[in-house]
């Protein structure tokens, strides 16, 4: 009788776990299908909290053969910030960046390789910002040495992307055509 107990009390808990997970995998996919590309933005500081685990779901983004050459530069100083706006195009004032690159050096295969770690960690880090509240936007750097210089990223490194972070600003709206998406039929086929 114990057992019997024991067995319902399990398969109960395996439910539940189970019920958990689809709701998690449905809260990654809307949260993937509710994160648009913010270009108004509060003018307040991303909490320490929120940032560390923005910064944490990039370095758990996998990578080719656990290398692990990403190197993010968070850029949270104000005075640097405000430079990096006059420097760099489509910034739309964010109050904090991200400078997001890899490491040619932890790469057997570079470019490549380390193009592909930073996309994969600078999106993991989009997705969590989302579940915060914090707003992104991904971008180019286009002025590379002048952007290496003010924020002092060391020579080796090769910037791939500026991830701008804050929290959006009231009444802020995604642009219409975000949600306009291809049906799945255009986008996957089955072989």
Same mark, same amino acid.
């Given at each position: 009788?114990?057992?019997?107990?024991?067995?319902?009390?399990?398969?109960?808990?395996?439910?539940?776990?189970?019920?958990?997970?689809?709701?998690?995998?449905?809260?990654?996919?809307?949260?993937?299908?509710?994160?648009?590309?913010?270009?108004?933005?509060?003018?307040?500081?991303?909490?320490?909290?929120?940032?560390?685990?923005?910064?944490?779901?990039?370095?758990?983004a996998p990578t080719n053969h656990n290398r692990q050459p990403v190197r993010v530069f968070a850029v949270r100083s104000p005075k640097i910030?405000?430079?990096?706006?006059?420097?760099?195009?489509?910034?739309?004032?964010?109050?904090?960046?991200?400078?997001?690159?890899?490491?040619?050096?932890?790469?057997?295969? /570079?470019? %490549?390789?380390? *193009?592909?770690? @930073?996309?994969? &960690?600078?999106?993991?880090?989009?997705?969590?910002?989302?579940? #915060?509240?914090?707003?992104?936007?991904?971008?180019? /750097?286009? %002025?590379?040495? *002048?952007?290496? @210089?003010?924020? &002092?990223?060391?020579?080796?490194?090769?910037?791939?992307?500026? #991830?701008?972070?804050?929290?959006?600003?009231?009444?802020?709206?995604?642009?219409?055509?975000?949600f306009e998406r291809k049906p799945m039929e255009e986008f996957a086929e089955y072989r």
């Open positions: 009788m114990k057992f019997r107990k024991l067995f319902v009390l399990c398969v109960v808990a395996a439910m539940g776990a189970a019920a958990a997970l689809a709701a998690d995998n449905e809260g990654a996919l809307g949260l993937m299908r509710d994160r648009c590309s913010v270009r108004d933005y509060q003018q307040k500081p991303v909490a320490d909290e929120a940032l560390k685990m923005i910064l944490e779901a990039g370095r758990l910030v405000e430079e990096v706006h006059k420097l760099e195009k489509s910034t739309f004032n964010a109050p904090e960046l991200l400078i997001v690159g890899y490491d040619p050096a932890k790469c057997k295969r /570079p470019p %490549k390789e380390g *193009e592909t770690a @930073a996309t994969i &960690a600078a999106t993991m880090m989009m997705v969590q910002a989302q579940s #915060l509240g914090v707003g992104t936007l991904w971008t180019s /750097p286009h %002025k590379r040495d *002048e952007l290496r @210089a003010l924020c &002092a990223i060391p020579e080796g490194i090769e910037m791939t992307s500026i #991830l701008l972070l804050g929290y959006p600003a009231e009444g802020f709206k995604p642009a219409p055509s975000h």
